[in-house]
């Protein structure tokens, strides 16, 4: 299928590694010509140049006035913004109860996961509605549905992504800019084998999905062959989150 995006433009966070790093690439395979911000500039010049004609912003997506100054120079460059893809993410404290979090741990998670997609997609709506039809997709987490143990911040934050995904999908349906959401299970990116232990992929009683897998899906999303979809979240995980619990 000919997704038609070559020649559209796409700003990427989280670009220099796990899912920002494949979307950024698969994105550029399209034709995308893209622009990537992060704070590690050195992983990112890495991605930058598997892109043709990349655009590499170091920032820090929880800091609004380096948003603000790197958005404005992804504009300057581009032109217009055809999507953007909140990729950046934290896990924060993983395996510790609720009364062992502090609240300067709690609100680091927020700040990424969340504050981040709010000022990344803000700074950007008007690149955006001059666009004349854009797309936001922010990655999730199959745990904004389901809980595992000691991810409480983590588990919070993704359903609160996925909620803001819902409502801005709202808001902007008159800008012709839809917003959805990718909501994967455990994928194979360096941030889950520092929670997990790279021991955890040797052998997993649990099934992996890759990071190209999951940037396939937000590449779908971007393109405007997907322009009926709106506010909704591609759930990627299996099928597990379908299954039952009922003992029979």
Request: charged fraction near 15%; include cysteine; aromatic fraction near 4%.
């Amino acid at each position: 299928m000919d997704l038609q995006l070559n020649g559209t433009t796409a700003l990427i966070t989280g670009a220099a590694s796990g899912i920002g790093r494949a979307t950024a690439l698969a994105l550029a395979a399209e034709g995308v010509r893209v622009a990537l911000i992060d704070r590690d500039g050195a992983a990112l010049a890495e991605t930058a140049r598997g892109c043709r004609d990349a655009v590499a912003l170091v920032a820090d997506v929880t800091d609004e006035a380096q948003v603000a100054d790197a958005v404005q120079r992804a504009v300057d460059a581009l032109g217009v913004l055809d999507a953007v893809v909140c990729c950046a993410g934290i896990s924060g404290p993983v395996g510790a109860p609720i009364d062992e979090i502090s609240l300067t741990e709690w609100n680091a998670v927020f700040a990424v996961n969340v504050t981040g997609p709010f000022l990344v997609v803000s700074a950007s709506l008007p690149a955006m509605r001059a666009a004349g039809g854009a797309s936001v997709v922010l990655i999730a987490s199959d745990s904004a549905f389901v809980a595992s143990e000691g991810m409480v911040p983590y588990c919070a934050s993704k359903a609160a992504l996925v909620q803001f995904g819902r409502a801005l999908s709202v808001d902007l349906a008159a800008s012709g800019i839809r917003v959805n959401t990718v909501a994967p299970s455990i994928v194979d990116t360096p941030m889950s084998r520092g929670d997990l232990g790279a021991e955890a992929f040797a052998a997993p009683r649990f099934p992996v999905q890759s990071a190209d897998e999951v940037a396939s899906h937000v590449v779908y999303l971007v393109s405007r062959r997907s322009r009926a979809i709106n506010g909704t979240t591609v759930v990627s995980d299996f099928g597990y989150s379908a299954r039952s619990g009922f003992p029979a």
